[in-house]
């Protein structure tokens, strides 16, 4: 069983099905999902962005559909903080892979699946970032 942090993109699209939700299920299912509080922040920050586009109906059925993933993962309270990234909001994602020893880090940012793994292992991070699809072929 892995140990596995998913970015909040990932759970954002997973309320909205594709393969981001098929990830996350995975993940929820076979291995050990991690998150903290700083994710669950940006995620109500993102549900109240989308507040404007969406309808009533739309931001309760995507609030329920995230407190469901939220409340099968476990928090860590971070007290690693690691920097690498242009955008410093993206760390908060990489912190809790260190802390916990993740294996991997599921992600849809760009800017995260750049990062090489020896700029990743020079930051003490073991984890290998990977798409929710990568994800899916690796879990294989």
Same mark, same amino acid.
Do not use: W
């Given at each position: 069983?892995?140990?596995?942090?998913?970015?909040?993109?990932?759970?954002?699209?997973?309320?909205?099905?594709?393969?981001?939700?098929?990830?996350?299920?995975?993940?929820?299912?076979?291995?050990?999902?991690?998150?903290?509080?700083?994710?669950?922040?940006?995620?109500?920050?993102?549900?109240?962005?989308?507040?404007?586009?969406?309808?009533?109906?739309?931001?309760?059925?995507?609030?329920?559909?995230?407190?469901?993933?939220?409340?099968?993962?476990?928090?860590?309270?971070?007290?690693?903080?690691?920097?690498? %990234?242009? $955008?410093?909001?993206?760390? !908060?994602?990489? /912190?809790?892979?260190?802390?916990?020893?993740? &294996? *991997? =880090?599921?992600?849809?940012?760009?800017?995260?699946?750049?990062? %090489?793994? $020896?700029?990743?292992?020079? !930051?003490?991070? /073991?984890?290998?970032?990977?798409?929710?699809? &990568? *994800? =899916?072929?690796?879990?294989?």
């Amino acid at each position: 069983m892995a140990k596995i942090v998913v970015d909040a993109n990932v759970i954002i699209s997973a309320a909205f099905g594709e393969k981001s939700l098929e990830a996350v299920v995975r993940a929820l299912e076979d291995h050990e999902v991690y998150t903290s509080e700083a994710v669950a922040q940006e995620l109500l920050g993102v549900l109240s962005g989308l507040s404007k586009k969406l309808s009533e109906d739309q931001i309760l059925f995507l609030h329920e559909k995230i407190q469901q993933l939220l409340t099968l993962a476990t928090y860590v309270s971070l007290f690693t903080h690691v920097v690498l %990234s242009r $955008d410093p909001k993206d760390d !908060h994602h990489r /912190s809790p892979c260190k802390q916990v020893g993740a &294996e *991997f =880090l599921i992600t849809g940012d760009k800017d995260l699946l750049s990062i %090489s793994q $020896d700029k990743l292992k020079a !930051h003490e991070v /073991s984890c290998k970032v990977l798409s929710p699809q &990568e *994800f =899916l072929e690796y879990a294989l």
